[in-house]
């Protein structure tokens, strides 16, 4: 079965940038999303299609994809995005989800 | 506005039954692919089952055989059909919607909680 690999934690300091990789099989021939989640809380979709990002969501996030790897980005990381964040893709008639990544804000 | 609303978590024993509800508002669930997506306690997204617009289906392996996904196009509501529930399918259950221009899902409920135990 597909599966997706990201790093279980990433620190980074108020107003730097903050990446979180997702590794695939191909997974820059898929399109990956990325969903961010605050505890007690619902997921909420930032990236989908690699690099587009729905409305309302800020300019700081943004997504790329290459090979086996996609990565999230938060520039001028703010404390509001502390918070856990998963990516997905599909594999022939699945979802499947990353491992998942705690963010912290330090 | 986009809105849903899960419904129809508790406590079973294992072995036992559970249908879940998803009420849709703001768009049309027939038209749209909807989704079942949960989360065990403390534990990550794991995606569970998917309705198409032409209602054919497709279920995660720990699921297949065990859950079925349906769908009320008078009530635009979605259901998750849970029989023999184990342990393990302990966790919040979330509805979503697909996008329509891809493999994302860009809309949530709040969850529903399934606790199997006994």
């Known amino acids: 079965s597909y599966e997706l690999t990201q790093p279980p934690s990433v620190s980074v300091s108020p107003g730097q940038t903050a990446s979180i990789t997702c590794s695939g099989d191909?997974?820059?021939?898929?399109?990956a999303s990325w969903y961010q989640q605050k505890p007690g809380q619902s997921p909420v979709l930032v990236i989908y299609?690699?690099?587009k990002r729905p409305s309302g969501i800020p300019e700081r996030f943004s997504g790329s994809a290459s090979g086996n790897t996609a990565t999230l980005t938060i520039s001028g990381t703010q404390a509001l995005d502390e918070g856990d964040y998963y990516c997905q893709a599909w594999d022939t008639s699945a979802g499947v989800f990353g491992t998942g990544t705690t963010v912290t804000v330090l | 506005e986009v809105r849903l609303v899960e419904s129809g978590g508790g406590l079973v024993q294992p072995g036992g039954s559970l249908r879940l509800s998803c009420a849709a508002s703001g768009f049309t669930v027939r038209k749209n692919n909807m989704t079942w997506v949960r989360q065990a306690p403390g534990k990550g997204l794991d995606w569970v089952s998917i309705?198409?617009?032409?209602?054919?289906?497709e279920y995660a392996d720990s699921v297949r055989g065990r859950f079925t996904v349906s769908r009320d196009n008078s009530k635009n509501m979605v259901y998750l059909h849970m029989n023999s529930l184990r342990a393990e399918d302990t966790a919040i259950y979330y509805c979503?919607?697909?996008?329509?221009?891809?493999?994302?899902?860009?809309?949530w409920g709040q969850g529903t909680l399934v606790t199997v135990s006994s």
């Open positions: 299609q690699h690099n």
């Open positions: 191909r997974l820059g021939e898929r399109f």
């Open positions: 309705i198409y617009n032409d209602s054919n289906t």
């Open positions: 979503a919607r697909v996008g329509s221009s891809g493999w994302f899902f860009d809309y």
